[in-house]
């Protein structure tokens, strides 16, 4: 209950913001450039086709049935709270392909692990960019070691002697059998380190496409990467469906403080989150109509 009122509060919180001095009158489209959008929607598109390779390579299915699995999950993540359409990657293989199910989930984990690591990185770039000082050299060379050490302990036997002893049946088979299958997936580390890093630069090129030639304010490379950065996090916090609301008050706030008006910094947030809905949807409505499927069909998946 408290985490509820929790949540409200800071939506409140949100919407506030963004209504506070906004003024309707001042709302401007034509900073916008709809060949920079255009283009933007390539990239997007690009990073879809990126995501799809890596869950192929993970997964060890056909390109076809990655991407089918990769546009059903990333528009699930669009309209359901909390990212469950990542869930879902594992529900639709199992469903249609007769895929294991703890293999997808541990594919999953895998992914976001990866994903993780690249974001911390990526955060680590950002501050060697602004700060020359040793300590932040140290702190990357820190981050590797310990990202290094976490993959070494996770093959480690000891963790799979722990979960051996864990007292409920159910939990503790399921669980041996994820830690196999993540194993199994990490026998390749650098390749799916490589997958991910590239589907991370086409996502920050995205992003710095879209304020650069979709919509200009005279970011710096710097400025587009820490907002870039910055905006990820407000996508992934699991308090509205997208981060619709979190996205838009995170960019707005960033824009702000580098001297771009609210009514201006409003439309490019909420621009550029309608272009990944689109492009997400185009890609859903193209794979429904070849699969002569509805989307209440797809959205059953979770449960």
Known sequence: MKSKIIQILFLLLIVFYIIHDFDVDKINLSIVSWYGVVLTSFVVFLGQLALSFRWM????????ISYETITVSTAL??????????????????????????????????????????????MCFWAY??????????????LSILIIF???????KRILLFLKKIPFRFLRIYSQKIYNNVNKILREP????????LVWLIYFLASFVFFSYAVDFGLSFENILELFIFSTIAFAIPLTPAGVGTFQAVVMLFLENHGVGKEDAFVSATLY????????????????????MKLKDIIKIKS
Do not use: C, Q, W
């Open 150 to 156: 976490i993959i070494i302990f996770f093959k480690s």
């Open 273 to 292: 989150h309608i272009v990944m809905f689109a492009v997400y949807f185009l890609l859903l409505a193209i794979f429904l109509y070849k699969k002569d």
């Open 57 to 64: 390579k993970m997964s060890k299915v056909s390109f076809k």
């Open 129 to 142: 960019l602004y700060f020359s000082s040793s300590a932040i050299k140290n702190g990357i060379i820190g």
């Open 77 to 122: 993540n669009m309209i359901l709270p909390a990212k469950l359409g990542e869930l879902s990657k594992a529900l639709y293989m199992k469903k249609f392909y007769k895929y294991s199910f703890h293999r997808g989930i541990s594919l999953v984990f895998v992914e976001r692990f990866f994903d993780i690591i690249i974001l911390f990185l990526l």
């Open 190 to 197: 650098f390749s799916v380190f490589s997958f991910t890093l």
